[in-house]
């Protein structure tokens, strides 16, 4: 029985032009390219997605393996999982805040406006900012799998029973080996929620760290159910560290098979970033319509730039802005010869879906900083009086927005260049002897078949020999 020993990740800038339409979809102009009359078989919208769908499930469970092997090892520090798949901002910090005195704070406030409840108001200011979004989120290491933290944790046992995923992995051992990882999904989920809060509290912290010693006449209560809010969400963490914790050294056959996957964060980080890179641009390639609708719009900025009085970094955002078109067009052109160029693939050979990955390399991105962009029109929005210009200029404002959340500059996503997903069995430096009786009390254990041979848990079957880029499972 073959396994899969490669698959190779070429990643390098990545991201297309034909139809322009304004903001509310009316066809400005229409540009036909050559390529788009190539006769040559491409991946139908449908068959796409579900490809690209597959890749971020192999890439969720790849840094499944990682952060199970992590975890049980104690290579990866808990605090920083933690605040990358809750993305907040210091759970140190958190854990640190007296919630005993921001309450007090709180229950004094119905009798007195007086300025000696200062010394203890930035306690509350504290709150403040830590139940918000950090505005720059924590930079991902140890979750590049998981780009929608742990809600995608919730999603790893739905993923290895999915039909095709099952023809890659053909061992349950994976299933078992996973569990634990939503358990931490659903309590990360869980302390979100407490963290949470209305629109409502949001405008009382905004109105607090804006002006402490001005108050609103329901400040009190909305205070001190954010502060519980707050001391549960303080006791939750305290126990979901202690629990990451117990995993370290708990090894089962199951998180045993995983120990063959070679340098898991190498193939996580990877695969991860890959598949990033290849998400943005099916979501740049979704949006062209309204993101090519901002065309016509950027003369608009360019005239309002003219009579401008904001500093020479806001104008330089803004001029860049002005310039868009041009990048813009050629990116698009870039999106749409990579999205031709694949083949319609239905395979369970993860080899045959390389060219997704390997064909972005042509795609050209957009390396533009588009929060500060963002910063600067709006800047730019506040200091014009014409009211049409102005609207004009928020539904600009809107569509960059989208753009920053999306991410543009693909070129970030290849940095990590040509490499081996998963190494050919000849890499793993153990007697070969050792290895197979070791899958064999693994596979035999955890899965009850010695049959169910896995690429992502190692099982060899006896006689395999390493197989190349063009091998085939089953």
């Known amino acids: 029985m073959n396994i899969i020993t490669a698959i190779f990740i070429t990643i390098i800038s990545t991201t297309v032009s034909s139809g322009t339409r304004d903001l509310n979809g009316k066809l400005l102009c229409s540009t ?7 006769p040559k078989k491409k991946f139908p919208d449908t068959t796409w997605s579900v490809s690209v769908d597959r890749m971020r499930m ?22 920083e999982l933690i605040e990358e798949l809750l993305g907040i901002q210091s759970v140190d910090q958190m854990l640190k805040v007296d919630t005993r ?18 010394r203890d ?13 950090p505005t720059v989120p924590p930079t991902p290491r140890h979750s590049l799998g998981f780009p929608n933290g742990y809600r995608d944790l919730l999603t790893l046992q739905e993923d290895v029973k999915d039909p095709w995923i099952q023809e890659i992995v053909r061992t349950r051992s994976l299933s078992y080996s996973m569990a634990k990882l939503e358990e931490l999904g659903m309590a990360l989920r869980n302390i979100s929620g407490m963290l949470e809060v209305t629109r409502e509290e949001k405008e009382m912290l905004s109105a607090l760290a804006g002006n402490p010693l001005f108050w609103l006449s329901n400040t009190t209560q909305l205070g001190l159910r954010i502060t519980r809010n707050f001391r549960n969400a303080q006791n939750a963490l305290r126990a979901l560290r202690n629990t990451i914790c117990s995993m370290k050294h708990s090894r089962s056959l199951e998180s045993d098979a995983l120990t063959h996957l070679l340098d898991p964060f190498r193939h996580s980080e990877v695969l991860g970033l890959a598949t990033q890179g290849v998400v943005s641009m099916k979501q740049a390639l979704d ?13 608009i900025v360019r005239a309002q730039i003219l009579n401008s009085s904001l500093p020479p970094k806001d104008l330089s955002n803004l001029e860049a802005l002005a310039d868009l078109q041009t990048p813009l067009e050629a990116m698009y052109r870039s999106l749409e010869t990579w999205r031709d160029s694949l083949t319609d693939s239905n395979s369970s050979t993860l080899n045959n879906y390389t060219t997704l990955f390997e064909n972005a390399k042509n795609v050209t991105g957009i390396p533009l900083n588009f929060t500060e962009i963002s910063d600067s029109l709006d800047q730019l929005i506040q200091e014009t009086s014409n009211e049409t210009i102005r609207e004009q200029l928020k539904d600009l404002e809107a569509v960059v927005k989208e753009m920053n959340s ?36 693994s596979i035999n254990g955890a899965s009850r078949s010695s049959s169910e041979v896995s690429p992502l848990t190692a099982g060899v079957s006896s006689g395999s020999k390493t197989t190349t880029s063009s091998s085939k499972t089953g």
């Not at 306690?123 to 918000?132: N, V, Y």
Request: with cysteine; charged share 30%.
């Open 32 to 38: 036909v390219h050559p390529k788009s009359r190539n």
């Open 406 to 441: 999306i991410g543009l500059n693909f070129s970030k996503y290849s940095k990590m260049g040509l490499c081996y997903l998963w190494r050919a069995d000849k890499e793993i430096k153990m007697d070969e002897e050792k290895l197979k009786k070791k899958n064999k009390k």
């Open 287 to 299: 949006r062209k319509s309204r993101f090519q609708g901002v065309i016509p719009y950027l003369e």
């Open 101 to 118: 005195k921001v309450r007090k704070v709180f229950e004094r406030l119905n009798d007195t406006n007086s300025s000696s409840l200062g």
């Open 121 to 133: 108001l930035h306690l509350m200011i504290m709150i403040t900012l830590l139940t918000q979004k």
């Open 58 to 79: 192999i890439a969720r469970i790849t840094n499944g393996i990682y952060l199970q092997r992590g975890l049980i090892d104690g290579t990866i520090p808990v605090d």
